[in-house]
C-alpha cells in the first residue's frame, strides 16, 4: 500500500534555529507533493507544493522543500524559525493512480520557544 | 467569497444519538471530502464526492454517511454516535481535476462523544 512516512513526530526548536523536517513516500511513479499547516486553532492551509520542474520549492513565510526523486523524499525546510510557525505540519502525496485521494503522513508538530 | 464553511464549530452528543456535520463550499468545487484527525493518527478520509450524486467511501466509512445533492453542500451524518467518533472533522474541497493541485480545508467541528 502507498505511504507516506514522516520521521519527526514532535519537534522543538529555539527560535532562530534552523528546521528541516522529514517526509519519504513510498510509491515511485509520478506524484505531485504538499506540504500543509495547521496553527493552532486553526484549519490546514496549503504551505507549498510540487508537481514538475525545479525540485526546490519556495512556499509561504520562507519554506521550502526539496524533491529527490531518487530518495523518494521531500524534506521541509526553514533557515530561522519564528514563534509564530509553531503548529503541525502534514506531507501529503497525490498520484493519479489513487483515485484522486491524497495520501497523508501523520503529522509533525513543532513548537518554537521564544 | 467564504471558501468552505462548516457547522458548528463544536458539539457534545450522548452514545446513540444521530446528529448531521453540514459542509458547504462556495468555489463551484466538484471535489469535496471528509477527514477525521486524531492525535497521533493524521488525517483519515472518511468519505468523499467526485460531484452532485456521486459519493465513495475512503478508509474509515464505518458508522458514517454522505450524500451530495448539490455541488455546494456535503453533509456528513452519524447515525449512531459512539465515544470511538470522538473527533476533529474537517471538510475539504477542490476542482474535480485538480485535487491533485490543492484541497481548500474547512475550519473543522470538534465533535465529542459521551
Known amino acids: 500500500a502507498q505511504s507516506v512516512s514522516q520521521h519527526n513526530h514532535h519537534v522543538i526548536l529555539s527560535e532562530a534555529a534552523s528546521l528541516e523536517l522529514g517526509c519519504n513516500y513510498s510509491?515511485?511513479?509520478?506524484?505531485?507533493l504538499f506540504w500543509y499547516v495547521q496553527y493552532p486553532g486553526q484549519h490546514l492551509q496549503l504551505l507549498l507544493k510540487?508537481?514538475?520542474?525545479d525540485p526546490l520549492v519556495k512556499g509561504i513565510k520562507g519554506f521550502e522543500a526539496e524533491f529527490i526523486k531518487s530518495k523518494f523524499s521531500f524534506n521541509l525546510r526553514k533557515p530561522s524559525v519564528q514563534w509564530s510557525d509553531t503548529a503541525e505540519y502534514f506531507c501529503a502525496v497525490y498520484h493519479a493512480g489513487n483515485n484522486r485521494k491524497l495520501i497523508w503522513g501523520l503529522g509533525t508538530s513543532l513548537a518554537v520557544n521564544p | 467569497n467564504a471558501g468552505v464553511t462548516q457547522t458548528p464549530k463544536f458539539q457534545v452528543l450522548k452514545t446513540g444519538q444521530s446528529m448531521t456535520l453540514q459542509c458547504a463550499q462556495d468555489?463551484?468545487?466538484?471535489?469535496m471530502s471528509w477527514y477525521r484527525q486524531d492525535p497521533g493518527m493524521g488525517l483519515r478520509l472518511i468519505h468523499y464526492?467526485?460531484?452532485?450524486?456521486?459519493?465513495d467511501q475512503g478508509e474509515v466509512p464505518n458508522g458514517y454517511n454522505v450524500s451530495r445533492s448539490t455541488t455546494e453542500d456535503f453533509p456528513l451524518r452519524l447515525l449512531s454516535a459512539a465515544p470511538s467518533q470522538t473527533s476533529v472533522y474537517f471538510c475539504a474541497s477542490s476542482y474535480r481535476d485538480r485535487v491533485q493541485y490543492e484541497q481548500y480545508f474547512g475550519p473543522g467541528t470538534r465533535l465529542t462523544v459521551t
Open positions: 468555489m463551484n468545487h466538484e471535489y
Open positions: 510509491y515511485g511513479g509520478t506524484v505531485n
Open positions: 464526492s467526485v460531484g452532485a450524486g456521486i459519493t
Open positions: 510540487y508537481f514538475s520542474g
